[in-house]
């Protein structure tokens, strides 16, 4: 049977200062600068997983030349299609990025999609490492009646559509409802609250796409809420982004007073970003606003609240059975201590009504190719230390490696260690010895097979076309979104 995870074919297909080197890993550096052999490493995807090994394995191996593959046409992955358009910050580590690729040792080559124009093995053949760091294209399914109803969607293709990810540019979601619900309580789930709510005129001068800006000035949408299985102590969010919630212009909270109820006493134990973050809640619930703070929320047209305890059940339909008009969701009570707190259903449900459901419980890597090991249940590739499990030569980074959590700098972290212990390996002589051809061969197999590989010379074109369009409308770019135009514009 074919895997439920699709791929994008075939055209929709944060730093940190360190530390100087210490004296061992000035060392490491030394030992390899002697060796005669220039080792060809292949990274497959060009997020922040793959540029942060490009990144290690170039600056502690002064021979290396790694080749970066890319499914899309432009590089970056998910800071690029994933990062919020009102938090640009996060996306400077674009220029880290760039400058990686602007080695002479490094190379881009967007518009390939590994698995398909060429296989792993094929690469394996060609380069003495590959690192498969492709990260996380698919989202876990509600798995529950009426998920197939129009308005229901993924909050991972509505955040595609808002920016720019070619596959998604024809979302088209309908925003003509007053009310949206939102299934998860992390990260994603508050950016697309905040997006649906944010009064678009803050959003003009961002990087979103023209298409959604125009949606979200037609929008409907008044109140959203944000739905979790447990309560206030498990809430995946962070507290910047709750932060912003709070003081997002035009809206106001509603929190239930009653969900906060002895959490005083419990949060005393807790690690202090989560005692830091449930303090804020509480606050925001239960203590009276001032004076300037309550006539803002009084004058609020739009609104937002936390929904806790209340696990989904069913989309229920509309009249006419097409479409989607409110959610039934199990009312949950908690079970077990510390990380293995569960939320268990107490047989009570209610019914809110919406027209548009956002499901954000989680994103999930798929198999790349059949012959990479993968584990369906964990959506990971099988691994020791970034190391393929039962696969010489073949290692793994980011969101594929460790599963899709953490932040950018955790990938940095994650991804230099996968870069660390490829070189050990080749240190220790456990890579193939001997040249090999890397890019040359790769490139006459994409040649036969018809593929048009994209230059980051060619990426640069493109971003000097986004950013150009941008300029009459006063942002910092208009994303293309059609893979057929960014090709007839560098000539192909």
Known sequence: MAPRCWRWWPWAAWPRTR?????????????FSTQEQTPQICVVGSGPAGFYTAQHLLKHHSRAHVDIYEKQ?????????????DHPEVKNVINTFTRTAHSDRCAFHGNVVVGRDVTVQELRDAYHAVVLSYGAEDHRGLEIPGEELLGVLSARAFVGWYNGLPENRKLAPDLSCDTAVVLGQGNVALDVARILLTPPEYLEKTDITEAALGALRQSQVK???????????????????????IQLPGTRPILDPADFLG???????????????????????????????AARRASASRAWGLRFFRSPQQVLPSPDGRRAAGIRLAVTRLEGVGEATRAVPTGAVEDLPCGLVLSSIGYKSCPIDPSVPFDPKLGVIPNMEGRVVDVPGLYCSGWVKRGPTGVITTTM???????????????????PSGPRPGYAAIKALLGRRGVWPVSFSDWEKLDAEEVS???????????????QEMLRLLGR
């Open 19 to 31: 530390p100087p080197p210490s004296e061992s890993t000035q060392s490491f550096r030394q030992q």
């Open 263 to 293: 959490l005083q006493d419990r949060i005393k134990e807790v690690p202090r970003p989560r005692k830091r973050l449930v303090e804020l809640l509480l606050r925001a619930a239960t203590e009276k606003p001032g004076v300037a703070e």
């Open 413 to 431: 972290t994650d991804s230099f260690v996968t870069g660390q212990i490829l070189l050990q390996d080749l240190k220790a002589g456990l890579l």
């Open 469 to 483: 369009r941008g300029q009459g409308a006063g942002k910092p770019r208009e994303k293309l979104l059609d893979p």
């Open 73 to 85: 046409l432009v590089p970056f992955g998910l800071v690029r299609f994933g990062v919020a358009p």
């Open 223 to 245: 109140t959203v809420w944000i739905v979790g299985r447990r309560g206030p102590l498990q809430v995946a969010f962070t507290i910047k982004e709750l932060r912003e919630m």
